[in-house]
């Protein structure tokens, strides 16, 4: 990969760091508000964000040198954003608020460790253009979410760390961004009916405490 290519790779998931927000912006409508209407809002969201899909896929505005970050297969076809949104979504409606928001931001900090550190030191290929390298600084980084969120269910996070880990490096042709949340939240949702877990210890302090900045968490 040239230096350019590189550049473009680092930026692009640089860029998705922006779905932090839209993660702290639901958490935020839900304990102001509650589930129907965080949920009404991210959806509100996930419909705007189609709308501009539809004009740069339709129409193929001119875009500033800095969006221009797409890979080749998402010039033509709806980027990962729209997966993520769309998965945000399924994964709150369907499982445990702290399994769902940890499956999220293991999917975005994991993704990031496992593309930043198999483009500069990866070798080893295991499937495609994904590296032995890559595929442990991911599951490394998923371990370290879900410490950080769900410190006292390992059971429940180390599943779910190496499920994310292993549907990354074999997802080809679907996209990451649907099917790491979907299959991480619903090991999580599995193990916490299998453990009976209140899933009462949540989230972490270190985690809470960035929380509390935004909203009375607790």
Same mark, same amino acid.
């Given at each position: 990969?040239?230096?350019?290519?590189? =550049?473009?790779?680092?930026? =692009?998931?640089?860029f998705?760091l922006?779905?932090v927000?839209?993660?702290?912006?639901?958490?935020?409508a839900r304990?102001?508000f509650?589930? =129907?209407?965080?949920t009404l809002?991210?959806?509100?969201?996930?419909l705007?964000?189609l709308?501009? %899909?539809?004009?740069?896929? %339709?129409?193929?505005?001119?875009l500033p040198?800095? /969006?221009n970050?797409? =890979?080749?297969r998402?010039?033509?076809n709806?980027t990962?954003t729209?997966?993520?949104?769309a998965?945000?979504?399924?994964?709150?409606?369907?499982?445990?608020?702290?399994?769902?928001?940890? #499956?999220?931001? *293991?999917?975005?900090? +994991?993704d990031?460790?496992?593309?930043?550190?198999?483009?500069?030191?990866?070798?080893?290929?295991?499937y495609?253009?994904? $590296?032995?390298?890559? $595929? *442990?600084? +991911? /599951?490394?980084?998923?371990?370290?979410?879900?410490?950080?969120?769900?410190? &006292?269910y390992?059971?429940?996070? *180390?599943?779910? #760390?190496?499920?994310a880990?292993?549907v990354?490096?074999?997802?080809?042709? *679907?996209d990451?961004?649907? $099917?790491?949340?979907?299959?991480s939240?619903f090991?999580?949702?599995i193990?916490?009916?299998?453990?009976? &877990?209140?899933?009462?210890t949540?989230? +972490?302090?270190?985690?809470?405490s960035?929380?509390?900045?935004?909203?009375?968490?607790?």
């Amino acid at each position: 990969m040239n230096q350019k290519s590189l =550049r473009k790779e680092i930026l =692009r998931k640089l860029f998705h760091l922006m779905e932090v927000p839209v993660l702290i912006g639901y958490t935020i409508a839900r304990n102001y508000f509650n589930e =129907r209407i965080a949920t009404l809002l991210i959806t509100v969201l996930f419909l705007l964000l189609l709308e501009i %899909e539809y004009v740069r896929l %339709e129409y193929h505005p001119k875009l500033p040198e800095i /969006f221009n970050v797409l =890979r080749y297969r998402e010039q033509n076809n709806v980027t990962g954003t729209i997966f993520f949104i769309a998965a945000t979504i399924i994964v709150f409606a369907a499982f445990d608020y702290p399994i769902a928001v940890s #499956a999220l931001v *293991l999917t975005v900090f +994991g993704d990031l460790a496992a593309a930043l550190i198999g483009i500069k030191f990866g070798s080893t290929f295991l499937y495609k253009d994904k $590296t032995l390298e890559g $595929t *442990l600084a +991911g /599951f490394t980084m998923n371990c370290l979410i879900g410490y950080l969120f769900l410190p &006292a269910y390992p059971m429940i996070f *180390l599943p779910m #760390a190496f499920v994310a880990s292993l549907v990354e490096l074999l997802t080809g042709k *679907l996209d990451d961004n649907l $099917t790491v949340p979907l299959f991480s939240a619903f090991t999580g949702q599995i193990m916490v009916y299998l453990l009976h &877990a209140p899933l009462t210890t949540f989230p +972490g302090p270190v985690v809470g405490s960035i929380l509390n900045l935004f909203v009375n968490f607790h």
